[in-house]
């Protein structure tokens, strides 16, 4: 059973950093890729970030406003971790983080959209203040 646990959310101050983490088990192919959502109150679920797990082949949203000067994604094969570092937060990145996992076509040119994961964390909330 594949299980994703998102974990370091919480409330910061603008400008700070924070870095999430999803610890992932239970993979049976080793072609998965893990991306990061987030959602925001009122809108829809957008990815920020996506990487390979057996390649390291990452991609940053370039949709997303400041995703690509201030995040970045990594993963620890050794603690089947994927991390999500988020650099001089503001109150606009506030939203519920979520990661989840599908296979290589969900991360291949890019982060594609939601239909093409089949598992998904349970959320972890990003509350940033001035």
């Known amino acids: 059973e594949v299980q994703l646990v998102e974990s370091g959310g919480g409330l910061v101050q603008a400008g700070e950093s924070l870095t999430l983490s999803c610890a992932h088990s239970?993979?049976?192919?080793?072609?998965?890729?893990i991306s990061w959502f987030r959602q925001a109150p009122g809108k829809e679920r957008v990815g920020v970030a996506c990487?390979?797990?057996?390649?390291?082949?990452?991609?940053?949203?370039n949709v997303v406003k400041g995703v690509k000067d201030r995040f970045d994604i990594s993963r620890d094969s050794a603690e089947n971790t994927v991390s999500l570092r988020m650099n001089n937060l503001s109150p606009e990145d506030t939203a519920v983080y979520y990661c989840?996992?599908?296979?290589?076509?969900?991360?291949?040119?890019?982060?594609?959209?939601?239909?093409?994961?089949?598992?998904w964390g349970q959320g972890t909330q990003v509350t940033v203040y001035t």
């Open positions: 989840a996992a599908g296979r290589t076509p969900a991360c291949m040119v890019g982060i594609n959209p939601p239909p093409y994961y089949d598992f």
């Open positions: 239970g993979f049976t192919f080793d072609d998965y890729a």
């Open positions: 990487i390979r797990l057996n390649k390291g082949t990452r991609f940053l949203s």
